[in-house]
């Protein structure tokens, strides 16, 4: 029942820019913390951005001031604007919601994944 669906990668020169979406269904995510993370090839996934439900927002040192995490919670829909990409970008991205559903359980859901190539 709950799936998050990533799109908009694809494959873009250095110093280009992808937006990608993650379109959020089968509960309420009002009240989750979302982010994006991704995993390159060989290599852990990691922690891209996240963004609270209140709307703070963190970021991975590689990324900050190249890309904006945002969240448009009437659609349940979360954003990931990337700009001045570079080839070390290049990875899967995932979407990822983080939903406490009672005082001390969370539950964790991850989106399939969107390929994001950087040409150098």
């Known amino acids: 029942q709950v799936q998050l669906v990533e799109s908009g990668g694809g494959l873009v020169q250095t110093g280009g820019s992808l937006r990608l979406s993650c379109a959020a269904s089968?509960?309420?995510?009002?009240?989750?913390?979302m982010g994006w993370y991704r995993q390159a090839p060989g290599k852990e996934r990691d922690l891209v951005a996240v963004?609270?439900?209140?709307?703070?927002?963190n970021y991975a040192d590689s990324v900050k001031g190249r890309f904006t995490i945002s969240r448009d919670n009437a659609n349940n829909t979360m954003y990931l604007q990337m700009d001045s990409l570079k080839p070390e970008d290049t990875a899967v991205y995932y979407c990822n919601a983080l939903i406490h559903i009672a005082p001390i359980r969370f539950v964790n859901y991850w989106g399939q994944g969107t390929q994001v190539t950087v040409s150098s």
């Open positions: 089968g509960s309420d995510f009002s009240s989750a913390r």
């Open positions: 963004i609270t439900s209140g709307g703070s927002t």
